[in-house]
């Protein structure tokens, strides 16, 4: 069964920088596209990047690039969001989501359980 825990989440001032964690649980990820999502109440969600084997990486949010980058650890079973340059427009649940091979902006069928991130002065 497999299982997505996010980490790393918490305040941080406007201009710092923090690193999420998605740590896959009870297979090996090989075979997966990890793809990271943020939401903020009353608002769609939204996907921010993704990164397959089969691919390499994808970057769906405009609003991120040059700013984010997603990271692979195959020997660690971990795929990290690297945040820099925060703002207060950032502030969201980030879920990691894994789906089949390839990167999608949907038909993700394992989520994590989010984690908070509050960026304010």
């Known amino acids: 069964q497999l299982q997505l825990v996010e980490s790393g989440g918490g305040l941080v001032q406007p201009g710092g920088s923090l690193r999420l964690s998605c740590g896959v649980r009870g297979v090996t990820m090989d075979y997966y596209a990890i793809g990271w999502f943020r939401q903020v109440p009353g608002k769609a969600r939204e996907g921010i990047l993704c990164?397959?084997?089969?691919?390499?990486?994808?970057t769906y949010a405009t609003s991120v690039k040059g700013r984010f980058t997603i990271a692979r650890d195959n020997a660690k079973n971990t795929v990290y969001l690297q945040m820099n340059s925060l703002t207060p427009e950032d502030t969201a649940v980030y879920y990691c989501?894994?789906?089949?091979?390839?990167?999608?902006?949907?038909?993700?069928?394992?989520w994590g359980q989010g984690t908070q991130v509050t960026v304010s002065s």
């Open positions: 990164h397959a084997n089969f691919g390499g990486s994808i």
């Open positions: 989501a894994a789906r089949d091979n390839y990167c999608s902006e949907s038909d993700y069928h394992h």
